[in-house]
T-cell receptor, first 111, second 115 residues
Framework: GQQVMQIPQYQHVQEGEDFTTYCNSS?????IQWYKQRPGGHPVFLIQ?????EVKKQKRLTFQFGEAKKNSSLHITATQTTDVGTYFC???????????FGSGTQLTVLP | ETGVTQTPRHLVMGMTNKKSLKCEQH?????MYWYKQSAKKPLELMFV???????ENNSVPSRFSPECPNSSHLFLHLHTLQPEDSALYLC??????????????FGPGTRLTVL
């Protein structure tokens, strides 16, 4: 079955430093989504990428979808303490009914 | 508030108990999901209901029994659980599209502890 790998599992950064998490799929994806889960909270949708090579930005967050539609990345510029949480990628494939979630990257921002 | 509610928020049960988790979505979506989230593990998809019909069952033990009486409500019936079933159980809903999987809206989850 489809597998979505995400690295790193944990990342500690000093406030103001940049952060990147990477997502790789064993199969070609139809789309990829990113979610953020704050400590003690539930996953909240951030963005969806559909096109090969697509790049989207949300303020300090930059999302990329690889040309082969098998990998993606989330980059945060100048992290803030409000960025703390676990970031998940989720890949969609042939079936439109489910996503395969990556294992998540837990981000800690030190003040 | 994401438009998806779950009750109870916390549940402690013994291995011989029977309990049910409830999920309700107020978004008019046509698909609902149960996920299990254990410490340091990825989100595990358990069940998918599309238009009230179960379309996925990812090898979940029979001690977990889902029920979807209509497109807005989803239940997870629990019986004779094991301590390793302790986890956060998340419900989600989405509007299923023709071409791609649309964004999912998650409820706050039920924190389950099995003694």
């Amino acid at each position: 079955g489809q597998q979505v790998m995400q690295i790193p599992q944990y990342q500690h950064v000093q406030e103001g430093e940049d952060f990147t998490t990477y997502c790789n799929s064993s199969t070609t994806l139809s789309n990829i989504q990113w979610y953020k889960q704050r400590p003690g909270g539930h996953p909240v949708f951030l963005i969806q990428l559909v096109k090969s090579g697509e790049v989207k930005k949300q303020k300090r967050l930059t999302f990329q979808f690889g040309e082969a539609k098998k990998n993606s990345s989330l980059h945060i510029t100048a992290t803030q303490t409000t960025d703390v949480g676990t970031y998940f990628c989720a890949g969609g494939s042939g079936s439109a009914r489910q996503l395969t979630f990556g294992s998540g990257t837990q981000l800690t921002v030190l003040p | 508030e994401t438009g998806v509610t779950q009750t109870p928020r916390h549940l402690v049960m013994g291995m011989t108990n029977k309990k049910s988790l409830k999920c309700e979505q107020h978004l008019g979506h046509n698909a609902m999901y149960w996920y299990k989230q254990s410490a340091k593990k990825p989100l595990e998809l358990m069940f998918v209901y599309n238009f009230k019909e179960q379309t996925e069952n990812n090898s979940v033990p029979s001690r977990f029994s889902p029920e979807c009486p209509n497109s807005s409500h989803l239940f997870l019936h629990l019986h004779t659980l094991q301590p390793e079933d302790s986890a956060l159980y998340l419900c989600a809903s989405s509007q299923v599209g023709l071409m791609i999987a649309n964004e999912q809206f998650f409820g706050p989850g039920t924190r389950l502890t099995v003694l």
